[in-house]
Nanobody, 117 residues
C-alpha cells in the first residue's frame, strides 16, 4: 500500500496550491479519502473528507469555502485545492485512506505547505 502526496511548497498569503495523493496497492474506489494536517506543536487535524464514490464531502470549519477535496477513481488520486491560503494553514498535509467498518486505514508520508505573510 502506498499513498504519495505531492504539490506542497511555499506560497504567499492569499495564494493557492493543489495537493495530490496518488494511491496504489489497494482498491482505491472502496475507500473514503481524507486530508489531514499537522502544524508544529499541534495535534493532527482533519481538513476534508470525501466518500468512496465522491458523493459526499466534509470540511473542517476553518477550511470551508477555501478548500475543495475531489477524487478521480480512474486515476486512484485524491486532490485538495487550497485557495486564499493563510499563514495559519502552514503545516504538513497528510493523505489518509480509510474503509469504514473494516478498520482499515493508511497514511501517506506528508507534504509540507508553508504560507508566508
Amino acid at each position: 500500500v502506498q499513498l504519495v502526496e505531492s504539490g506542497g511548497g511555499l506560497v504567499q498569503s492569499g495564494g493557492s496550491l493543489r495537493l495530490s495523493c496518488a494511491a496504489s496497492g489497494f482498491t482505491f474506489s472502496r475507500y473514503d479519502m481524507s486530508w489531514y494536517r499537522q502544524a508544529p506543536g499541534k495535534e493532527r487535524e482533519m481538513v476534508a473528507v470525501i466518500t468512496s464514490a465522491g458523493g459526499t464531502t466534509t470540511y473542517a470549519d476553518s477550511m470551508k469555502g477555501r478548500f475543495t477535496i475531489s477524487r478521480d477513481n480512474a486515476k486512484n488520486t485524491v486532490y485538495l485545492q487550497m485557495n486564499s491560503l493563510k499563514p495559519e494553514d502552514t503545516a504538513v498535509y497528510y493523505c489518509n485512506a480509510h474503509r469504514p467498518y473494516y478498520g482499515l486505514s493508511y497514511w501517506g508520508q506528508g507534504t509540507q505547505v508553508t504560507v508566508s505573510s
